[in-house]
């Protein structure tokens, strides 16, 4: 029996899971099975499986072009050895087509398709002569997206914009790291990790090379991965409580990164963190149990709070589509359906009804997603106010010199984020158009 590299063995794996519907991809690579290969095997899994997942709509589309019956169903093994070998074929340079095409063989014989073995390495060779792209085809299909999705955003946002957004999720984007202070800058630096600047935060860092989870100063929590847009919109929702020692809830907390922004923007006030899942929550509160007391975990629902007029300060950055985030998350692509948006469109609305319900008089509710959909973000803002009446938009740049002065926002980002601003007063940040993820950002203040 031919060998496998541990690495195309993992990919394989967490794969068939994935199209098998059994679990997550996000999930599959941070568990047991890639933390036990060597960090350069770990590396080659990962850029395997977040790569065929970003482009599998247009690796089927090819390798059906050579396929003999191009309508034929295949079995899972036999189409995953085939994205995994015309992936490695059609992205990845740097591995010779011998290794692609042979190992993606073995992976079917091993699950059991010796015939079907035969007919992946007559694909993948054909397809190693034929290296270019098919003539005729659409965004949907050059870029790897559904044609649901990109017709919608080509409606929404133009067709310029709309290709903009599809090629920024093509590519795997670099990593961004919130520092605690120059100095660790300069340990990372030291270590061998080069930095670029933020487009936005003065606190921000894009990793432009180096692996910054294997500092020590990311191990102390003294430098955290996080989207610059998820930073911004804890920043935004700190800048709201101004200089008031009052007190925050954090509606929908976990993973933590935003209420850990909260709590060290607001050294005086007290927090609330809430989430619905016991899991998560307890992950929760381990992260921020450095804060005691003064940040308390709270288990619930964050549409059936009974809060009322509690607190000044209201984050409600609400479970969404993700369609904001697909180029770190290629997965969501697939498993979305434009009918799931109205599904999760119901629970936004209760959670912002109580969100606002919570915010004492005179407070603000800052109301996010990282989703680029209507009905996920101002549908549910206009729904929402239409209903309660007590509360109104308050433009986000507004209070732009605020933010600057609260949220060490450069200068650049000002102006970056004047750009951002839609006519309602909403903050949309489109992705990569500022090296951020998308990301919707409304706040609302409730009526004295």
Same mark, same amino acid.
């Given at each position: 029996?031919?060998?496998?590299?541990?690495? #195309?063995?993992? !990919?394989? $794996?967490?794969? &068939?899971? /994935?199209? @098998?519907?059994?679990?997550?991809? *996000?999930?599959?690579? +941070? %568990?047991?099975?890639?933390?036990?290969?060597?960090?350069?095997? #770990?590396?080659? !899994?990962? $850029?395997?499986? &977040?790569? /065929?997942? @970003?482009?599998?709509?247009?690796? *089927?589309?090819?390798? +059906? %072009?050579?396929?003999?019956?191009?309508?034929?169903?295949?079995?899972?093994?036999?189409?995953? $050895?085939?994205? &995994?070998?015309?992936?490695?074929?059609?992205?990845?340079?740097?591995?010779?087509?011998?290794?692609?095409?042979?190992?993606?063989?073995?992976?079917?014989?091993?699950?059991?398709?010796?015939?079907?073995?035969?007919?992946?390495?007559?694909?993948?060779?054909?397809?190693?002569?034929?290296?270019?792209?098919?003539?005729?085809?659409?965004?949907?299909?050059?870029?790897?997206?559904?044609?649901?999705?990109?017709?919608?955003?080509?409606?929404?946002?133009?067709?310029?914009?709309?290709?903009?957004?599809?090629?920024?999720?093509?590519?795997?984007?670099?990593?961004?790291?919130?520092?605690?202070?120059?100095?660790?800058?300069?340990?990372?630096?030291?270590?061998?990790?080069?930095?670029?600047?933020?487009?936005?935060?003065?606190?921000?860092?894009?990793?432009?090379?180096?692996?910054?989870?294997?500092?020590?100063?990311?191990?102390?929590?003294?430098?955290?991965?996080?989207?610059?847009?998820?930073?911004?919109?804890?920043?935004?929702?700190?800048?709201?409580?101004?200089?008031?020692?009052?007190?925050?809830?954090?509606?929908?907390?976990?993973?933590?990164?935003?209420?850990?922004?909260?709590?060290?923007?607001?050294?005086?006030?007290?927090?609330?963190?809430?989430?619905?899942?016991?899991?998560?929550?307890?992950?929760?509160?381990?992260?921020?149990?450095?804060?005691?007391?003064?940040?308390?975990?709270?288990?619930?629902?964050?549409?059936?709070?009974?809060?009322?007029?509690?607190?000044?300060?209201?984050?409600?950055?609400?479970?969404?589509?993700?369609?904001?985030?697909?180029?770190?998350?290629?997965?969501?692509?697939?498993?979305?359906?434009?009918?799931?948006?109205?599904?999760?469109?119901?629970?936004?609305r209760g959670i912002l009804r109580a969100a606002l319900r919570a915010v004492k008089p005179g407070g603000c509710a800052v109301y996010s997603t990282c989703s680029l959909e209507p009905e996920e973000n101002e549908e549910i803002v206009a729904a929402v106010l239409g209903e309660m009446g007590e509360a109104e938009v308050v433009p986000v740049t507004a209070s732009i010199g605020a933010l600057r002065r609260q949220c060490d926002l450069s200068a650049l980002g000002v102006e970056r984020l004047k750009g951002c601003e839609s006519a309602e007063g909403f903050l949309r940040l489109m992705p990569g158009a500022l090296g951020t993820d998308g990301f919707f950002i409304a706040v609302i203040e409730k009526k004295a």
């Amino acid at each position: 029996m031919a060998e496998i590299s541990p690495a #195309r063995k993992a !990919a394989f $794996a967490i794969l &068939l899971e /994935v199209e @098998r519907g059994h679990a997550h991809s *996000d999930d599959l690579l +941070r %568990g047991k099975r890639v933390d036990k290969l060597a960090p350069a095997d #770990r590396n080659l !899994a990962t $850029a395997l499986v &977040l790569g /065929v997942l @970003r482009w599998q709509i247009r690796l *089927d589309e090819q390798v +059906r %072009g050579f396929l003999e019956r191009p309508k034929a169903r295949l079995d899972p093994e036999v189409l995953i $050895a085939l994205r &995994l070998g015309a992936f490695q074929l059609l992205h990845l340079d740097r591995i010779p087509a011998h290794a692609a095409i042979g190992e993606s063989v073995e992976l079917a014989k091993q699950a059991g398709h010796t015939f079907a073995a035969r007919m992946v390495n007559a694909v993948l060779r054909k397809m190693a002569g034929h290296l270019h792209e098919r003539a005729g085809a659409g965004l949907a299909v050059v870029e790897a997206y559904p044609a649901w999705m990109v017709e919608r955003w080509a409606r929404f946002f133009g067709a310029e914009t709309t290709r903009a957004v599809c090629a920024y999720g093509q590519e795997p984007p670099p990593p961004t790291i919130r520092i605690a202070s120059p100095e660790v800058e300069q340990e990372l630096v030291e270590a061998g990790i080069h930095l670029d600047a933020g487009k936005l935060l003065g606190v921000a860092r894009r990793v432009m090379a180096g692996d910054v989870s294997a500092a020590a100063a990311f191990a102390e929590g003294r430098v955290r991965l996080q989207d610059e847009g998820s930073q911004l919109v804890a920043e935004i929702a700190s800048a709201c409580a101004g200089e008031r020692d009052g007190s925050i809830l954090d509606a929908c907390a976990a993973p933590g990164g935003k209420t850990l922004i909260l709590a060290e923007r607001n050294p005086e006030a007290r927090i609330v963190a809430c989430e619905a899942s016991p899991q998560r929550l307890a992950e929760l509160q381990k992260r921020l149990a450095g804060f005691g007391e003064r940040v308390m975990c709270r288990h619930g629902n964050a549409a059936e709070l009974k809060d009322e007029n509690a607190y000044d300060v209201v984050l409600a950055d609400v479970p969404c589509s993700g369609t904001g985030t697909l180029g770190r998350n290629p997965e969501i692509r697939h498993r979305l359906r434009a009918e799931d948006l109205a599904r999760q469109a119901e629970r936004q609305r209760g959670i912002l009804r109580a969100a606002l319900r919570a915010v004492k008089p005179g407070g603000c509710a800052v109301y996010s997603t990282c989703s680029l959909e209507p009905e996920e973000n101002e549908e549910i803002v206009a729904a929402v106010l239409g209903e309660m009446g007590e509360a109104e938009v308050v433009p986000v740049t507004a209070s732009i010199g605020a933010l600057r002065r609260q949220c060490d926002l450069s200068a650049l980002g000002v102006e970056r984020l004047k750009g951002c601003e839609s006519a309602e007063g909403f903050l949309r940040l489109m992705p990569g158009a500022l090296g951020t993820d998308g990301f919707f950002i409304a706040v609302i203040e409730k009526k004295a």
